[in-house]
């Protein structure tokens, strides 16, 4: 079944809106800085070939304790850098406010297709089709 003309259309309003608001906006220009910022996403390469390496070492039969320390220290310095540097702070505020406006979408669609759902999880769990 395809979405029929007014659905589609309201959709793309909804697109439209979206475009223009300063949540999405705000993501991209910080998802951009975040992007030009080459030593961060150096860092942040770095960190995930150590993360990898952490795991690779840990389901080793013999573990080298060293070796541990000496990745773990590593992925230490590198989250720290990694969190205090501004580009990245701003992605993380900025992809936080449009998760919320995302949110609150998906958070509306959801009392359309489900009303007795509620705000969330309560007592009255017999019209809940999630946890049972």
């Known amino acids: 079944m395809t979405m029929n003309k007014t659905l589609e259309a309201a959709l793309d309003a909804l697109v439209q809106a979206l475009e223009q608001d300063g949540a999405l906006r705000e993501y991209r220009a910080a998802n951009e800085a975040y992007l030009a910022d080459g030593e961060l996403v150096a860092k942040i390469n770095e960190y995930n070939v150590q993360s990898a390496l952490l795991e690779q070492q840990n389901d080793a039969a013999e573990q080298d304790a060293q070796l541990t320390a000496s990745i773990s220290g590593r992925l230490k310095t590198l989250y720290d850098e990694i969190s205090r ?13 449009l998760s919320e406006v995302i949110g ?28 049972h």
């Open 85 to 97: 540097n501004p580009a990245m702070a701003e992605l993380q505020r900025a992809e936080q406010a």
């Open 104 to 131: 609150e979408i998906n958070a509306r669609i959801q009392r359309v297709i489900n009303p007795n759902a509620g705000e969330g999880c309560g007592d009255e769990c017999a019209h809940c089709q999630g946890c």
